[in-house]
């Protein structure tokens, strides 16, 4: 295990007032079922929570969401009594917004626990405030002896299984929430826009699911106000609030923000949908997630927002954070000999080789939305991913990534390790030039984790091109396995402060660790 930095574990006390539990059964928030309330005798409500999002070694991003508008202050402490705090003054918080709103904490002292509070005023008398809501994070280590330790996992709420009261709710993020980590990674598909949620759906064997929900999950998203509701849906879990209010996050998306399979330019043939154009369904998608997640790369001026990002943890780790969706070109066989969009873009690609070439951290995590070398199919003829299952030289989509892979052997780049979600399974890839088509590159990993409350999915096959070998691998035999049936899995990554080895576990829920790979540091490729 990394060694931890000395400041005190949050309090209970604490990770309660955070999370707004009353009782250990799944709640709703008064504000799912009606507008919010505009009565001048009312004071603001935070009832949705708080989160942070991407923490480095001096800042963060607080998020809060009010039933009316509001003014939002956030204070910070060393402590849980908040005896010396800071106050930041935030953004007045409205309808235009979906009455969310995040202010940024800069100047944080490295590698400490802080404690905050958001309050949620009246605009008009700011002496009418709403309850305090409570959370905590810690900043990024300074030294690198401070070791760092992380979560990642995906995959939320999908093919029909939401909420579940009977069992609890979201219960892997309580356990996640009990491990402590520094940050969680969610690689996409935070919500399923295009999954309906019956009330209840009969299993295999007989028993039943009940699904909590709510009106803008009774159909796909379409509108703005149906892409809201999707995200605020997950945040009716006790278990969620609970966690954001504890865990700092680092958050990508994938297709099922907007609707499955989809890319740039899209028109849809989906009954469903009486709305075509996916171009106009991911703008009011990114909108909302702009909305509900703490992620300041978006929060910038129109031109500048952009969802990948390098987040900076310490001496120890730099955190690449991709968008394997808002570029790439159109899915199809992916035997293209040239192919300059790929999935990637070609400005992502070159920002992505540039800041690899300028991280000093001794690892280099990739956060990838997809996965390199399994196959996954988009109906009969065309590819969702990068391979193609075609296992000869590098085609299609697979020339980008030939280019980076070539870019950081020949620039020897070490510490790069993959990590993706996705395909609702958990496996270990190991990548080698002898066993590949294309050579020219230094050997790597990729580890695979998710879902977190979705369906579980039997493994994909693998690519050849770039010589995958999988290790490792946990996936159900049938399609669609429910939570109920099948553990949910989730990933945990551990560097040590003092040999600097990083050590990956695949986790199922339950607390078993299913695999654990310890990579060593300063290699190019292992």
């Not at 309050?119 to 409570?134: E, S």
């Not at 193609?388 to 020339?399: K, T």
């Not at 002898?434 to 580890?447: G, I, L, N, V, Y």
Request: charged content about 25%; proline content about 7%.
């Amino acid at each position: 295990m990394s060694n931890r930095p000395s400041v005190p574990a949050p309090g209970r006390r604490t990770v309660l007032r955070g999370s707004l539990l009353a009782s250990a059964a799944v709640t709703v928030p008064v504000a799912v079922t009606a507008a919010p309330a505009f009565a001048l005798s009312g004071r603001p409500s935070a009832s949705w929570g708080v989160q942070v999002g991407d923490v480095t070694a001096s800042s963060a991003l607080v998020w809060v969401r009010s039933d009316r508008p509001a003014r939002m202050v956030v204070e910070t402490s060393a402590t849980e009594s908040f005896r010396r705090s800071r106050t930041w003054h935030g953004p007045l918080i409205g309808a235009r917004t979906d009455f969310t709103g995040t202010t940024p904490l800069y100047g944080l002292p490295a590698g400490e626990q802080v404690h905050y509070r958001v309050t949620l005023a009246d605009p008009h008398d700011p002496r009418r405030t709403g309850k305090p809501v409570y959370g905590t994070f810690r900043t990024a280590p300074a030294r690198r002896r401070d070791g760092v330790r992380f979560l990642w996992s995906g995959d939320i709420a999908g093919q029909g299984w939401g909420i579940n009261p009977d069992i609890g709710g979201y219960r892997v993020y309580d356990e996640m929430r009990r491990l402590d980590p520094d940050f969680f990674l969610c690689s996409g598909d935070n919500i399923y826009a295009d999954g309906v949620l019956e009330p209840s759906v009969t299993l295999p064997d007989g028993r039943v699911w009940r699904n909590i929900t709510t009106v803008e999950k009774s159909k796909v998203a379409e509108t703005l106000d149906e892409y809201r509701g999707n995200f605020r849906y997950n945040l009716l879990d006790d278990n969620l609030r609970a966690f954001n209010a504890q865990v700092p996050s680092v958050i990508q998306w994938d297709d099922h923000e907007v609707r499955n399979n989809w890319y740039p330019g899209q028109i849809l043939d989906d009954v469903r949908y009486t709305e075509k154009n996916v171009d106009l369904l991911a703008a009011r998608s990114m909108r909302a997630f702009r909305e509900y997640f703490p992620v300041p790369t978006l929060q910038a001026s129109p031109a500048e927002r952009r969802m990948h990002r390098v987040v900076r943890h310490g001496p120890l780790l730099d955190l690449f954070v991709l968008d394997m969706r808002s570029f790439r070109n159109a899915n199809s066989p992916g035997r293209q000999p040239d192919d300059t969009i790929g999935i990637l873009g070609a400005e992502q690609l070159s920002w992505l080789k540039r800041e690899l070439s300028r991280s000093r951290a001794v690892w280099k995590v990739i956060a990838a939305d997809m996965p390199l070398g399994l196959v996954v199919p988009d109906g009969a003829t065309d590819f969702e991913a990068v391979a193609q299952g075609d296992p000869g030289a590098p085609l299609g989509r697979e020339l980008q990534i030939a280019e980076l892979l070539r870019h950081i052997k020949h620039r020897g780049i070490t510490g790069t390790v993959w990590l993706t979600a996705d395909v609702h399974y958990t496996s270990a890839q190991h990548y080698a030039p002898e066993r590949a088509a294309f050579k020219d590159f230094a050997p790597f990993w990729e580890f695979v984790s998710g879902p977190l409350a979705a369906g579980s999915f039997p493994a994909n096959a693998l690519d050849g091109t770039f010589g995958p070998d999988r290790v490792f691998v946990r996936a159900p035999d049938r399609e669609n396995v429910s939570p109920m049936e099948q553990p949910q899995f989730f990933g945990e990554v551990d560097i040590d402060g003092e040999s600097g080895e990083l050590t990956v576990r695949l986790r199922a829920q339950g607390g078993t660790v299913l695999f654990s790979k310890v990579l060593q540091p300063g290699r190019t490729g292992q």
